[in-house]
């Protein structure tokens, strides 16, 4: 996210360690962490003295005086000198402040760990901002899809195709192995128990309502999200990395239009035909089983599958796909978009988006059952 607390830990030529401060500290948006310095400070030879450069600090307040005592006691403790010359007047006086009178002896208070009361307000408060921030984005998306209905949108038709050869041929093996082989199962599971009355036929409408209004839908919705929700958290957590994002704002082409419409666009317009395909092919893994455990001829299987299903059990599996698809693209673009600034965080920002999109594709798949029951669809 632009503007926030950097640290960054350099050999200078003179044999100094020179520790960087960049953008706005404070305590609100949390404290960045000193390792670059520990890691400095634990391998090589010792550095002659430790200096600090705030060329690039934006704003600041208590963040920063705790991060440099921090740093301060670290050299302390292996006996190298800390120079706070380029330091702002501000911070020097707040720092000298706190050192005009030495610490009392165990007046630092115990680490404890944290009440229950304490870590509910915290995950009440950190759940409330994401919140927000997850708004704002979907706001943000529905504007730049708005810019592209009036023909505004700034992005390349060259990026949106190689996007859909990713989100559809590209994950067709995937889909296909995963859904036949749900398909097998529950045809496997329904032969054993409908064989016990004598109603073995019935595997075929078994099969091909579960498929066609709930498994095909939802299946190929959590392969997406485990498959292209996470690379998209990847590709744009990793483009937020090397300030890549930044880049594009600063030559004045929205981050919106130029990536994640293409993507939103692409998922969309794919998930649709490749729940039609995984709706064929799981019905094909139930005929697998009827076909050779049963005995029922191909005939009997296709005949009494269509009977079993309509236009409306199809629309509405291909309706629920197109919103799973729209969901599984949000929830990749918006943690890669608010992805942090190292490798570890484009790690967790990829399992994540996974976890993110495949909670979004359950509450939705809820909803959607309770309208189906009250519309009597």
């Known amino acids: 996210m632009a503007g926030e607390a950097l640290l960054d830990a350099q050999r200078g030529p003179d044999g100094t360690l020179v520790v960087r401060l960049a953008g706005h500290w404070n305590l609100r948006t949390g404290l960045p962490s000193t390792r670059p310095v520990e890691d400095a400070l634990a391998r090589g030879p010792r550095p002659a003295a430790v200096v600090f450069d705030a060329k690039n600090l934006a704003a600041w307040d208590s963040a920063a005086v705790t991060i440099v005592e921090r740093i301060s006691r670290l050299c302390a403790g292996v006996g190298v000198q800390v120079r706070r010359d380029a330091l702002p007047d501000g911070l020097k006086r707040i720092l000298a402040l706190a050192e005009a009178v030495p610490e009392k002896e165990g007046a630092r208070a115990a680490d404890t760990a944290p009440s229950l009361l304490v870590r509910l307000g915290t995950w009440a408060i950190e759940a409330s901002a994401g919140a927000r921030v997850a708004v704002a984005f979907v ?92 690379g998209f958290a990847a590709e744009l957590g990793t483009m937020n990395v090397n300030q890549e994002i930044e880049a594009l704002s600063t030559m004045g082409v929205p981050p919106m239009d130029f990536l994640v419409l293409p993507r939103m666009l692409a998922l969309s317009l794919m998930m649709p035909l490749l729940c039609c395909y995984a709706d064929l092919i799981g019905i094909l893994g139930g005929a697998t089983v009827a076909i050779n455990l049963l005995g029922q001829s191909p005939t009997q299987y296709w005949v009494e599958t269509f009977g079993a299903i309509d236009l409306v059990d199809i629309g509405l599996g291909i309706g629920k796909s197109l919103i799973f698809g729209v969901l599984v693209a949000l929830a990749g673009c918006l943690r890669g978009m608010t992805c942090g600034r190292d490798a570890a965080a484009v790690g967790q920002a990829a399992t994540s988006a996974v976890v993110l999109g495949i909670v979004w594709i359950i509450v939705a798949d809820g909803i959607f059952a309770v309208l189906t029951n009250i519309l009597g669809i």
Not at 156 to 183: E, S
Not at 197 to 213: E, M, P
């Open 139 to 230: 706001g943000e998306a529905t504007l730049s899809f708005g810019r592209l209905l009036r023909g505004q949108a700034n992005f390349r038709w060259r990026d949106l195709a190689l996007v859909i050869q990713d989100c559809g041929a590209d994950a067709l093996p995937i889909v296909t192995l995963i859904n036949f082989l749900v398909g097998l199962i529950i045809a496997f599971v329904g032969a054993v128990q409908l064989q016990k009355f004598g109603a073995g036929i019935y595997v075929a409408d078994l099969v091909a309502i579960a498929t066609v209004r709930e498994l095909g839908c939802i299946m190929t919705g959590i392969i997406m999200a485990g498959r292209t929700g996470s």
